[in-house]
């Protein structure tokens, strides 16, 4: 039994399971995995499943996949692999009893869509969407759209700035925030001389922010911390009038 799991940035959309194949994914609207975009081909991949072993491999997909950030045409899969085919990503999960990570979004087995489909008011714009043409995306482009999905993924820092959303991807072991050259997220503002706000640091996956200055109050969920804290997913960090939000990786 296999879980596939559909998300649109970090937004789960649908979770499937499936004991065996073909796994259909496309635009098409009885596809066994449905995405509705015009980058995506009405029969874009195929997964298999052959005496146990997943594998995922282009059908009729005009802009590709990637698997694992690897643009490919066909794949072995193992549980935890990410299959991008343009903004959406689906996480595979082979288990033994394919369990909903979220009990209150139960799992969906069947290929029926009928109960996804739009109701009459909205059907012609719905068919309208699947009977277009795919749209061809140059490769640049599907490199682009497959850096931002890796950001978004990935554990990262967000925040809002003169109305447009910032996303800093936490790779490095550590971040520093402040005013001075060698910081990665630049702010303004604070007292002369004090150039280094706050440092994320990542150890073995996980992430610890450290205030850096008595000067600069830094708040971990509404609270002024004074010393190191574990960061965990969702947490806000606010210094002076910025609000920072944590996000782990998925």
């Known amino acids: 039994m296999a879980r596939f799991r559909l998300f649109l940035g970090r937004k789960l959309i649908r979770e499937y399971k499936f004991e065996k ?117 140059k490769f640049s482009e599907l490199k682009r759209i497959h850096e931002t999905n890796q950001n978004i993924m990935g554990a990262h820092l967000s925040w809002f700035q003169d109305k447009e959303k910032k996303l800093w991807p936490l790779e490095d072991l550590k971040t520093l925030i402040g005013k001075a050259e060698d910081c990665q997220i630049l702010m303004r503002g604070g007292l002369p001389g004090v150039n280094h706000f706050a440092l994320i640091t990542k150890t073995a996956g996980n992430f610890t922010l450290e205030p850096l200055s008595r000067f600069v109050p830094i708040k971990h969920n509404g609270e002024v911390i004074k010393a190191p804290i574990p960061l965990m997913d969702g947490d806000r960090l606010q210094i002076f009038n910025q609000t920072f939000q944590f996000h782990e990786e998925m």
């Open 21 to 137: 194949g073909p796994v259909h994914i496309g635009r098409l609207a009885d596809a066994n995995i449905f995405i509705e975009n015009e980058a995506v081909s009405r029969k874009h991949a195929v997964i298999q499943n052959d005496q146990g072993q997943w594998s995922v491999k282009i059908e009729d997909g005009k802009n590709g996949l990637f698997v694992n950030g690897q643009f490919t045409t066909s794949r072995n899969l193992i549980t935890g692999d990410k299959i991008e085919i343009g903004r959406h990503v689906i996480h595979f999960i082979d288990t033994p009893r394919a369990i909903s990570l979220d009990e209150q979004n139960p799992v969906d087995s069947g290929s029926s869509m009928e109960k996804y489909l739009p109701d009459d008011e909205n059907a012609e714009d719905f068919e309208r969407g699947v009977d277009q043409q795919t749209v061809m995306v």
